[in-house]
């Protein structure tokens, strides 16, 4: 279990050292960036190995059956009807998931918005699943933007593609389930209003 946190966070801190990488003329103006970043990686490798130690001690917990979990995806997305809805419970060596997933999209499929509930069941597992919630970040181009923020209380995940028009939110409630909204054709508003539509707090109560 934590080997393979580890090696999540290995992953983490060779992809914070390699971000500010660029031309030489650059090099200079990154410096002070790239140093931020690399202790940032080092300070979320640092959590996230203590969080995997706390779970080990622990132990995993039931994961919530995915039928529960389906219950809380809602009928329809700011307009966008549910084209389908399906559930899935997987594991091994002792860790287990529930998962339900809902699509939804308009009469042409031109918009579409995937909705997904995640339980990790206090396993490890949730380090690969929510490794953003450890770092900070915020970023944006003339394209687009990617940032951490919040959802009411919850840490949230979220990008963007202004020109594709593509974007995606993720949110962790009760440091167990993931949220995640992923849309095509629709704005960011959109995505987020379709997270809004699921009960969180109903969500963090289960056990």
């Not at 499929?109 to 900070?136: H, R």
Request: net charge negative; glycine share 8%.
């Amino acid at each position: 279990m934590l080997k393979t946190t580890y090696l999540l966070c290995a992953s983490l801190l060779s992809v914070a050292l390699l971000a500010g990488c660029g031309s030489k003329e650059k090099e200079e103006e990154k410096k002070d960036e790239e140093s931020v970043s690399a202790l940032g990686a080092v300070s979320a490798m640092k959590e996230m190995a203590e969080q995997a130690e706390e779970m080990q001690k622990k132990g995993p917990v039931d994961a919530v059956d995915f039928r529960t979990l389906k219950e809380l995806l809602p009928a329809d997305v700011d307009g966008l009807a549910r084209k389908e809805a399906t559930g899935e419970k997987n594991g091994a060596a002792g860790m287990v998931i529930s998962t339900a997933n809902a699509k939804y999209a308009n009469e042409d499929g031109s918009e579409s918005i995937d909705l997904a509930i995640v339980d990790a069941g206090g396993t490890a597992m949730l380090m690969g699943l929510a490794a953003w919630s450890m770092v900070e970040i915020d970023k944006e181009t003339e394209h687009g933007y990617e940032k951490t923020s919040t959802m009411g209380d919850y840490k949230s995940y979220e990008k963007y593609d202004n020109t594709d028009k593509d974007g995606e939110i993720s949110v962790l409630v009760a440091k167990r389930f993931v949220v995640t909204a992923k849309g095509r054709g629709v704005s960011m508003d959109k995505i987020k209003a379709a997270v809004e539509d699921i009960d969180l707090s109903k969500l963090a109560g289960l056990k």
